[in-house]
């Protein structure tokens, strides 16, 4: 039943990047606004864009558009380059419909999974506030309230903040347990089936990933509470089989934990990125012609790999340019970690052939020893055919 993917602990990761003061903050807020356009409101971002952020960290042009809040969808509509992709109203609807099923009766079927037979014996606190701010106060509370009752808590969609190139973004992971030890627990519910004991991993890993910014969000509350603890497996809950009976799989999130910290502790340099543009350059969709904007978009240095096209609004933009470059990118970060100093496709063709490269590079040896390969299998083909 428990397919956790422990993919090993990671301590935190030490950094040396000073601490940015009250005025370096809204100077890049401000900077930040002037790239976004000054009259367009930020897109704001969730656990999902953020988890995906964390999963190309050496994207620079995803982590200025993110930070300045640019919507990457209407951007990439100008650029003649829509991202065909998107959750379908069937799969929330499904998705929603599951999730009721979770947490119906007070949360039986969810707590069961936790051990707990009497959903009468768990409390589960009313989280409504006004606005944003009042329910991440609410929720911060609650958590402290819970942690220091010794007792069963189940809180239905909390509401978390991390803090993002200066400016807070709001999180609401599908539940949050809390056991009488003070442990705090991320629930993530997911409508794809988990077909004996194992779920898609591609799936999964989005999960792990997602699920892995709700706790570092969880972190910030429990550093201010006594005897708190943030458990860094986290429960997977998905239809067992085929069926729409809830099933849960322990999911250990430590690495990508880890990763997403590290990609958040870079985007409070962003305004390194920021300062580094020309002056007026600008992603206002609505203010900005459609050569303004590639120029503008061109000025970022991207890190595209076919993953992107499901995880990124840009992601089909930034690989006809990657196609245009004949950057090697376009066959996946294994190939262009395996050829080194070989950029492009044209280069790793001419060092196969013989025509340029250095002959006592590793890539370009096993380049040449798989042309040859390929070359002997060929002739023997034809030898074959011909007689």
């Not at 067992?240 to 910290?261: E, H, I, W």
């Not at 890539?363 to 042309?371: D, S, W």
Request: aromatic share 4%.
């Amino acid at each position: 039943m428990s397919a956790s993917l422990d993919d090993g602990g990671s301590r935190p990761p030490q950094t040396t990047a000073p601490v940015p003061t009250p005025a370096s903050r809204r100077r890049t807020r401000e900077r930040l606004a002037e790239l976004r356009g000054p009259a367009v409101p930020p897109r704001p971002l969730d656990a999902r864009a953020l988890a995906a952020l964390a999963a190309n960290p050496g994207c620079r042009r995803r982590a200025l558009l993110d930070g300045a809040g640019v919507d990457k969808g209407a951007l990439a509509t100008a650029l003649g380059s829509p991202a065909p992709f998107g959750q379908s109203q069937f799969a929330i609807v499904r998705g929603n419909s599951f999730e009721a099923r979770v947490k119906a009766d007070g949360g039986r079927e969810l707590l069961r999974l936790f051990g707990v037979e009497d959903p009468g014996t768990v409390s589960v606190p009313d989280l409504s506030a006004s606005g944003p701010e009042g329910r991440t106060a609410r929720t911060a509370l609650a958590l402290r309230e819970a942690t220091a009752a010794g007792g069963w808590t189940l809180l239905d969609h909390p509401l978390l903040t991390l803090e993002v190139a200066g400016s807070p973004v709001h999180l609401e992971p599908d539940a949050v347990v809390v056991d009488p030890a003070g442990r705090w627990t991320v629930v993530e519910i997911k409508s794809f089936p988990m077909v004996d004991g194992a779920a898609d991993a591609a799936k999964v890993g989005a999960a792990a990933r997602q699920a892995a910014v709700y706790v570092l969000a969880l972190e910030r509350v429990a550093a201010l509470t006594e005897g708190a603890e943030v458990v860094h497996t986290v429960l997977l809950v998905c239809p067992k089989d085929f069926s729409n009976l809830p099933t849960g799989s322990v999911v250990d999130v430590r690495k990508q934990r880890a990763v997403t910290r590290r990609q958040l502790e870079r985007l409070t340099r962003i305004e390194e990125i920021a300062e580094a543009l020309p002056e007026g350059l600008s992603f206002d969709v609505q203010g900005c012609s459609t050569e303004e904007l590639a120029a503008a978009v061109e000025a970022v240095p991207h890190a595209y790999a076919p993953e992107c096209l499901a995880a990124c609004e840009m992601g089909f933009h930034c690989r006809s340019r990657a196609r245009a470059a004949d950057a090697v990118q376009t066959l996946g970060r294994s190939v262009r970690g395996e050829l080194g100093g070989l950029t492009t496709v044209g280069a790793v063709l001419a060092a196969a052939r013989g025509e340029a490269g250095d002959p006592e590079d590793p890539a370009v040896v096993a380049l040449r020893r798989a042309r040859a390969l390929r070359q002997e299998a060929l002739d023997e083909a034809e030898a074959a055919a011909c007689r």
